[in-house]
């Protein structure tokens, strides 16, 4: 291999690894630090990791390597006799500012990030970061005035070899693949109509978190909220955007049947505390369930089966049992107590009414998640066709009384429909791929879009509004 093709290969190799450190950043949720390392090295869009590999799978397969081949495990990392945060690296490049916070280059504005980038495949050392609990601490410097990110949760560097036995490690890992990680890309002024419910979850999840002082006592936020209503009214719409908008600083499991019920004896009850235990330990946590009446039936039936009953037992255990509690108690080892130990659980459900009591008790809040009302569908309506806002009141009050008692969704599939319809028209008129103008929507196309959906869940909705009023929650605006 000649000098510039072994000098290619150490670049190629170096800028591999900052790529796949910036990805495993970005999988822990340790976006200010990712941004640091950008910054500082200067990593463009031009590549991106497979995805078919990461740093914890190039891990653990040199750990089974050296296994096979030393019959023991590698150490990687050794204790010391000193404590507290990591110092700068012995040799590092000394920088008054680090890569997040770097003044602007005095070079006529080129920046030097991608040249020094280069110069790794010429043996330069990368300048060290230092990493504290997902933030980038730099030696010197003033802090920028740019928007602050809320720091990652840093138990999520913890392995959860290092913190459960190894008879429930493959447990726990099998209840972390619903740990959500992505940003779902749904904000609350996107919901439209569903005020209400929207207000109960801002005062049991966000509310807590900005202002933790106020909620002390009896005034504890609510730790189990029960969204009930007809499908398609936007229950789960509702948690997909409690999720994207406190992706930050909660950790989101979004469970199911699926993943809590196991055909081996006694296994789908290790796997409900389980699935508590790791959400205590990632604390503040969100545990969803949609379609809980699928995992909490009523008890009293002949058809219940045992080893369902010993699983809802050991749920309502969870939920509210001796562990369980409003979190002022002592630690139950999965955390230190207190607030870190807060795990809120939100459900869905479409037959609240097949809901085992035991279960409806626990739950502080049952919301019902109604049909949007005209001003509701309206807002909807010109949220998903901006273009309806420059029509007349009159044509907008037929529109909104063509919808009456239809589901969000149901208003949605109507609104979809018409941009179908235009884009049959433009592409009837030319042969070309022509870019669709939203504009160019006409109301008697929309009526007619209208006019081919019917409501279907009108009764439907009427039985949950009689169930809200005998055992639900009255929201009071």
């Known amino acids: 291999m000649s000098f510039e093709q072994d000098r290619r290969s150490i670049y190629e190799r170096r800028r591999n690894i900052l790529y796949l450190v910036a ?109 504290t609990a997902g933030m980038v601490s730099e030696q010197v410097g003033p802090v920028s005035e740019g928007p602050l990110v809320p720091a990652a949760n840093p138990k999520l560097l913890v392995r959860l ?55 002390v006592g009896l005034a504890q936020p609510w730790r189990c909220v029960l969204l009930h209503g007809a499908p ?43 699935l508590y235990e790791v959400a205590k330990f990632y604390a503040p946590s969100i545990i969803f369930i949609d379609e809980f009446d699928s995992l909490a039936s009523r008890r009293d039936t002949i058809r219940e089966h045992e080893a369902s009953k010993r699983f809802k037992n050991e749920f309502l255990a969870l939920i509210d049992g001796l562990e369980g509690g409003d979190g002022n108690g002592p630690s139950t080892g999965a955390g230190n107590g207190g607030e870190r130990e807060r795990v809120f659980l939100l459900a869905s459900t479409n037959l609240p009414w097949e809901i085992d009591p035991a279960f409806l008790r626990r739950f502080e809040r049952k919301i019902l998640v109604d049909l949007p009302t005209a001003d509701g569908r309206k807002e909807l309506i010109e949220h998903l066709l901006p273009a309806v806002r420059s029509w007349t009141e009159q ?60 409501p279907g869940c009108a009764e439907l909705a009427q039985k949950h509004r009689d169930w809200s009023q005998r055992y639900g929650t009255q929201l009071i605006d």
Not at 84 to 90: E, M, R, T, V
Not at 417 to 424: I, K, N, P, Q
Request: hydrophobic fraction near 35%; aromatic fraction near 6%; include cysteine.
């Open 23 to 131: 990805n495993y950043l970005t999988t822990m949720g340790l976006h200010q630090t990712r941004q640091a390392l950008v910054d500082e090295t200067q990593l463009t869009s031009e590549f991106e990791v497979c995805d078919n590999i990461d740093l914890d799978t190039i891990y653990q397969d040199f750990c089974s390597y050296f296994l096979l081949k030393f019959g023991k495990q590698p150490r990687i990392v050794k204790r010391t006799e000193t404590m507290g945060l990591l110092p700068p690296g012995a040799g590092a490049v000394q920088r008054k500012y680090s890569g997040a916070r770097r003044k602007p280059p005095a070079n006529g504005g080129k920046s030097e990030g991608k040249e020094s980038l280069l110069a790794l495949g010429a043996g330069e050392e990368l300048p060290s970061l230092r990493i």
């Open 161 to 215: 070899q290092d913190h459960f036995t190894s008879e429930w490690k493959d447990l726990a890992e099998e209840v972390c693949r619903d740990l959500i990680r992505k940003d779902l890309r749904q904000r609350w002024h996107q919901v439209k109509g569903l005020e209400g419910p929207i207000q109960v979850l801002k005062e049991s999840v966000i509310a807590p978190l900005e202002h933790p002082e106020l909620f």
């Open 232 to 274: 398609g009214t936007g229950k789960t719409l509702l948690a997909r955007t409690l999720c994207s908008e406190t992706r930050e600083s909660v950790t989101f499991f979004s469970t199911s049947a699926s993943t809590l019920i196991s055909k081996w004896r006694g296994e789908s009850e290790k796997l409900i505390r389980v």
């Open 395 to 454: 044509e907008m009050q037929q529109i909104v009384s063509l919808s009456e008692n239809w589901t969000g969704d149901e208003v949605r599939l109507a609104c979809k429909e018409a941009s179908m319809m235009l884009l049959r028209e433009k592409m009837g008129e030319t042969s070309k791929c022509a870019k669709i103008d939203p504009d160019a929507l006409q109301f008697p196309m929309l009526r007619r879009a209208f006019e081919q959906l019917r």
